[in-house]
């Protein structure tokens, strides 16, 4: 699933300031399979999961859990189809209804939506591929670089009422606060940004009917030519495990009569694409248990979150997955196979 590149160019250019060097984020790059040059133009995409998995790394480089929300407030600007559509929009509103409609055209794995109601605005965020949902760090740039993006265009450093995120980060809350300087709320059932109505109406400078027109012409052409990327079924399951989450991990015949399958079926498809169900579970628990642990939740509240009776059976399973009991864990990086 390819998404913008002006995401991760920045993102490499924010550590590279944040360590004073290249070394942090060429070791990064390497450990994504990706190089300076592959994020240099004329590329214009990578993958989703490379820019996941370079927003985690670089949190824990430098040991700052709200290091993606800086960063994400720095994105001011990408040479993107959307981003010109917005660029030459009315006002704000124009902005997030464009922002609702083409947004797929640079990141399919998730879809934004403007609803009203009463005083206020909302631009929900959902998940079309429900297995990035885990990458905690890479949703918090993505929702500060949205406000961003918002303010750059309408030229005004305004603040939302709210903005919500589904995880949780435990006292790390505190951080977020002090850094958006208004309400940011963890644990939320939504994943959304809440606006006042009237900053709708802001104007956004740089409009041009006639430009917006055109572009918005083209947009038509490219989605109507772009045909939505197919998930492999590793992807759908751990969606589906994701959505089963917290207390809950759902059984794999569930699983299976969810996606249409018999559960013959849906083990020998597993099976061609190289992995098990219970082989998901496993990478998915230990994947979600280290986030988990870097956000500052309470070992036994992860223990419940990931489905497990009690603590001491957590505590069992992590160490077999990653040779470390909990208390221990510090952070998922090593260089140790660095040249």
């Not at 590149?5 to 250019?13: E, G, M, N, S, V």
């Not at 214009?44 to 985690?56: D, G, I, K, P, Y």
């Not at 082989?279 to 994947?287: E, K, N, S, Y």
């Not at 489905?307 to 505590?315: E, K, L, N, V």
Request: net charge neutral; hydrophobic share 40%.
């Amino acid at each position: 699933m390819e998404v913008d590149i002006a995401r991760i160019q920045l993102l490499t250019k924010a550590l590279d300031q944040h360590t004073n060097c290249s070394k942090a984020s060429d070791r990064i790059l390497r450990k994504c399979d990706l190089t300076r040059d592959a994020i240099a133009p004329p590329a214009t995409t990578c993958s989703a999961h490379q820019e996941a998995l370079f927003v985690r790394y670089a949190c824990d480089t430098v040991g700052d859990i709200t290091f993606a929300a800086q960063t994400g407030l720095q994105f001011s600007s990408t040479s993107s189809l959307t981003a010109y559509i917005s660029k030459y929009s009315r006002d704000l509103r124009q902005v997030l209804e464009n922002t609702s409609y083409f947004h797929r055209i640079i990141d399919p794995a998730i879809a934004f939506t403007l609803r009203l109601a009463g005083n206020f605005a909302t631009i929900e965020a959902e998940w079309k591929d429900a297995s990035y949902a885990r990458y905690h760090r890479r949703t918090e740039f993505l929702m500060f670089a949205g406000l961003a993006r918002m303010r750059a265009l309408t030229q005004s450093n305004f603040y939302p009422i709210e903005m919500r995120f589904q995880h949780e980060v435990g006292e790390n809350r505190k951080k977020f606060q002090k850094l958006a300087g208004f309400p940011i709320v963890f644990g939320a059932e939504k994943l959304e940004i809440v606006l006042s109505v009237s900053s709708l109406n802001l104007p956004v400078p740089t409009y041009d009917s006639n430009l917006r027109e055109h572009l918005l012409e083209y947009g038509e052409r490219v989605l109507a030519e772009r045909r939505s990327p197919k998930q492999k079924l590793r992807a759908q399951v751990e969606g589906l495990i994701t959505q089963s989450l917290p207390g809950t991990v759902v059984h794999a015949d569930e699983a299976a009569a969810n996606l249409g399958l018999s559960p013959r079926t849906f083990a020998r498809r597993l099976k061609d694409e190289g992995t098990s169900y219970r082989d998901i579970v496993d990478d998915l628990r230990c994947d979600l248990a280290q986030t988990f642990i870097t956000n500052g939740m309470p070992l036994s509240e992860i223990a419940y979150s990931l489905g497990y009776a009690d603590q001491p059976a957590f505590s069992t399973a992590f160490k077999r997955w990653t040779g470390q009991a909990p208390s221990t864990f510090r952070s998922r990086l090593d260089f140790s196979d660095d040249p």
